[in-house]
């Protein structure tokens, strides 16, 4: 059951919305015969991975955000590893599934369509002597009212990574995002001002009907995705501490090598660095107003002081 932003008390679009695929961006245009053939060969191979996903394996770690936090990044970085296997099928490129937040109606066997057989894991391992391991990267888990629950019953022995932004900037940067795939139509002030209404009553009723995919909860809650302290209430709470790893985005894009480097001794690497720390997926945004940003950062002072409180340590931000 799907949320439908026609529905939303909210402002109307003045154009109809692009189509999302299940993987959170637009549908790709299949509007040629080369693109069309190769829509096909994917379907056909995602076939293939469902009706053998009792061979295949299952993630080792899941990076569960946050939303413009620098997930994309990591999760390129840490498939540059020669231990850490890609998705299948690898040319995909693809970070991650969306399986444990809007794709979980698709089922298990769906999921574990986009992983490699256990064979070729083994494969690997006995060709390195070391450990292969393999993860997705989903930055909406850490926001879904479901996700943890339902990561912890299938795949409880993984490590779990949350990358945690400011949150004034992370707001700004996913209305950019939203704005550029055509999503968002609104200017950021008026966003921010539809945001409590968009999303009122989403979460509650996400809870109530587990099988309900709200719109506006995933993609219009710019402030309430910066409320870190509920989601991590979520995985905190079924997630042994020894498998939770969490650290803030800044520290990653400041001193990439340190933050990766723990990232490796957390999941149990050797040592390794890519060829580049490139920033994935990271559009430039204009300067944000200083009179908006105050007022944001007014909103969200009293959800990072909770923040501060339940991890017991500071996380640097200031206004």
Do not use: C
Not at 90 to 112: A, C, I, M, P, Q
Not at 126 to 133: I, K, V
Not at 235 to 264: C, F, G, K, N
Request: hydrophobic share 35%; charged share 25%.
């Amino acid at each position: 059951m799907t949320g439908d932003p026609g529905d939303l008390s909210r402002p109307v679009p003045p154009h109809p919305l692009p189509e999302l695929g299940p993987y959170g961006g637009p549908l790709p245009r299949r509007d040629n015969p080369i693109s069309k053939v190769r829509g096909a060969a994917l379907g056909s191979l995602r076939r293939f991975g469902a009706a053998t996903s009792a061979l295949r394996a299952k993630p080792d770690y899941l990076i569960i955000g946050t939303k413009r936090g620098g997930s994309t990044s990591l999760a390129r970085w840490l498939v540059e590893h020669p231990d850490v296997a890609s998705l299948f099928p690898s040319r995909e490129g693809r970070k991650g599934t969306y399986y444990f937040d809007v794709n979980y109606h698709r089922g298990s066997k769906w999921h574990l369509s986009h992983y490699p057989t256990r064979t070729s894991m083994a494969l690997r391992e006995r060709r390195a002597g070391r450990p292969q391991l393999i993860g997705e990267a989903d930055p909406y888990h850490l926001h879904h009212p479901h996700a943890a629950v339902r990561a912890r019953t299938m795949v409880p022995d993984a490590k779990v990574i949350a990358l945690l932004r400011h949150p004034v900037d992370r707001a700004y940067g996913h209305w950019g995002e939203r704005t550029r795939n055509g999503v968002e139509w609104l200017p950021f002030p008026e966003a921010i001002e539809a945001e409590p209404a968009r999303i009122e009553g989403e979460e509650q009723r996400m809870i109530d009907q587990p099988g309900y995919l709200s719109f506006a909860h995933q993609h219009y809650s710019y402030v309430d995705q910066g409320r870190y302290e509920r989601g991590l209430r979520r995985w905190m709470t079924h997630w042994p501490a020894p498998q939770l790893l969490i650290l803030r985005s800044e520290d990653m894009y400041a001193d990439p090598a340190r933050i990766y480097a723990r990232v490796l001794d957390f999941l149990g690497l050797a040592p390794f660095e890519p060829s580049a720390f490139t920033a994935w997926n990271k559009n430039p945004t204009t300067d944000l107003d200083p009179a908006i940003r105050s007022r944001l950062w007014e909103m969200l002072h009293p959800s990072v002081q909770a923040l501060e409180a339940l991890l017991g340590r500071s996380m640097g931000w200031t206004q």
